[in-house]
DNA sequence: ATTATCTATAGATCTATAGATAATGC
DNA sequence: ATTATCTATAGATCTATAGATAATGC
């Protein structure tokens, strides 16, 4: 039943990679131990040789969507980003999608260890897009103000959006109308505007 | 043990509003029937002469939660409104503030029925700051868009703020940044940059 | 010898229901 | 007679642990 160091630590990794799927798409209190290594190909007393609690999982997965959702996005610029984070694509791929909109509403209750990787994503977010070539001290303070505003825009209408009922016109709206404003405000706004 | 009509009613109305708060605070996964049914004063066996599921309580309890702060923020105008929304004790009193901000996450996972509160709600919030004193089509139109932006902008920034860990300085930040371009930006912006 | 995994289970908790009780409302 | 509430419990599920197993790694 024992299996090489190797193997064991691709246990661990895709224990990791199905939590971070399946706690976007239902929530941290919404998947369970077993189901979640049943999900893996695994039993579920195998899990706490790996993890010591489930909340020590709930960070690790947390920084596993994170840095995941970072690798798709790396290399577009912000209005490409934009485009793809307010689409409908976007909002219904909950399980591949943005960690920080799926999970923050939830990640406000759960221990500081799970919220410290969130403000981790989020400055990683951030700096994503730090545009500047070599602008002054004053530049970089301004745009660095436009991104938390533009990536608080952004999350705030894909998770009302989501709230919204299937179809639900509003739901669009919200979207299109948020996709809209920060495309025309983006810096590098020449193309796509669909 | 049976109680008068009018008493029922004062019960029910008494697990509703226990119910908005308490979800607010953990999620609706987060507070048990049981829990809530006591910290209304009643046993919990109770709980289903009044509710068909926990779910229908969601419901209820999401467009009780809504309706509460509307009356809280009704009579202020978009200024006030930003600058309390985006508050620092706004973020930290998460069962008596915003219902949106604090159950969007959950409500994606939840039935339609649950969702439909919250469509309802955010027009509501939509709503609620209809400056136009008779504005011609376009003017509407154009308003709405600034408002669903304002709107979208604001819960974002509240719910990154409350993922982040407590005293984070990038919780204040984001709260501090939006909260200055909202209220530049916002129609009657006067009085109160703090 | 160590340890990753498995089976089995302890102990809590969860939603929901059944049946008794006792006061209201007709 | 109806019904709001209570006690008690069924049946699922949840996190976590204990002990056995068997293959790795020294």
Redesign the pocket.
């Known amino acids: ?8 630590q691709a ?2 990794t895709r224990i990791v990679e199905t939590a971070a799927q399946l706690f976007r798409e239902r929530g941290y209190d919404g998947v ?4 979640l ?1 049943a999900a893996a190909g ?9 993890f010591g ?3 020590d999982l709930m960070a690790e997965a947390a920084a596993s969507g994170i840095s995941q959702n970072s690798a798709v996005s790396s290399g577009m610029n912000l209005a490409d980003f934009i485009a793809h984070y307010l689409s409908r694509e976007h909002r219904d791929s909950l399980g591949t999608g943005c960690t920080i909109a799926a999970l923050s509403g939830d990640a406000a209750r759960k221990p500081e260890e799970v919220k410290a990787k969130f403000a981790v994503g989020i400055e990683n977010s951030l700096a994503a897009f730090h545009h500047g070539e070599s602008c002054g001290k004053r530049d970089r303070r301004a745009e660095r103000e436009m991104m938390i505003a533009t990536f608080a825009n952004a999350v705030g209408a894909l998770v009302l959006s989501r709230a919204c009922p299937d179809d639900s016109p509003l739901a669009d709206e919200i979207l299109e109308v948020c996709r809209k404003r920060l495309l025309a405000s983006s810096p590098d706004n020449a193309k796509q505007e669909q």
Chains 1, 2 share one sequence.
């Open positions: 039943m024992k299996v090489t160091k190797a193997q064991a246990n661990r369970g131990v077993a189901e290594m695994l039993t579920h007393g195998g899990f706490y040789k790996h609690s489930k909340a």
